[in-house]
């Protein structure tokens, strides 16, 4: 309506004033509330549209940091396991080496009393340098000759023999026995004579 269809008493006048309103434009109470409703509701999901792209980049944030930290932890776990398992084959294998040349130290000393009483000729002598060279291939060294230091760390000291010169330490003075050596560990220490100072 405008100013001129109003009175200064208030009471409307003019075109279209005595006339009731249509039932499709007066609105029951209820449709209004539900039609507000409706709206609410879509202006919510708006602000929630508007707000989800950020609220979604740290949660996706968050899960890769997570996945991160999870890959890393099964990372460390794996590399772990690496080194445990080459550890523990590089020990069978040693404990594989040490159980065969324990095996071959009786034959090796065999053959060293052998060549001291010159008794490999020909073809036994051809074996006898090949086995001792395969005992070398795996580290097997033997030790304990006269005139060494004696290293009760390496020798065994079954007796005591004088040497015809005069020592300054403690001297092997004669082998019963060669040790030896696998890698840096002693198999079988020397059973030796000593000549003492």
């Known amino acids: ?30 449709a209004a509330e ?10 919510r999901e708006h602000e929630e549209a508007e707000a989800a792209p950020a609220d979604r980049a740290a949660e996706l944030e968050a899960l ?13 776990e794996y590399v772990n396991y690496k080194k445990r398992v080459d550890r523990d084959r590089d020990l069978a294998r040693r404990a594989g080496i040490e159980a065969v040349v324990a ?8 053959i ?4 001291q009483h010159e008794g490999l000729e020909g073809g036994f002598k051809m074996i006898a340098e090949e086995l001792q060279k395969l005992a070398a291939k795996y580290g097997l060294v ?17 007796m005591t023999v004088e040497l015809d010169a005069p020592v300054e330490v ?7 026995q060669q040790g030896y050596v696998l890698g840096t560990r002693v198999v079988r220490p020397a059973r030796v004579a000593v000549a003492n100072p």
Request: proline content about 8%; charged content about 30%; cysteine-free.
């Open 1 to 30: 309506m405008t100013d001129s269809q109003f009175v200064p008493n208030g009471e409307p006048q003019g075109e279209g004033v005595d006339q009731t309103p249509s039932p499709e434009a007066v609105e029951d109470p209820q």
């Open 34 to 43: 539900a039609r507000a409703e409706e709206v609410e509701e879509f202006v």
């Open 64 to 76: 890769v940091a997570e996945r991160t930290l999870d890959l890393q932890r099964v990372h460390a």
């Open 103 to 110: 095996d071959l130290m009786p034959v090796l000393d065999h």
């Open 112 to 115: 060293e009393l052998a060549k």
């Open 142 to 158: 033997a030790f304990g000759e006269v005139g060494e230091e004696f290293d009760p760390n390496r020798h065994e000291a079954l």
């Open 170 to 176: 403690v001297t092997v003075s004669q082998v019963m």
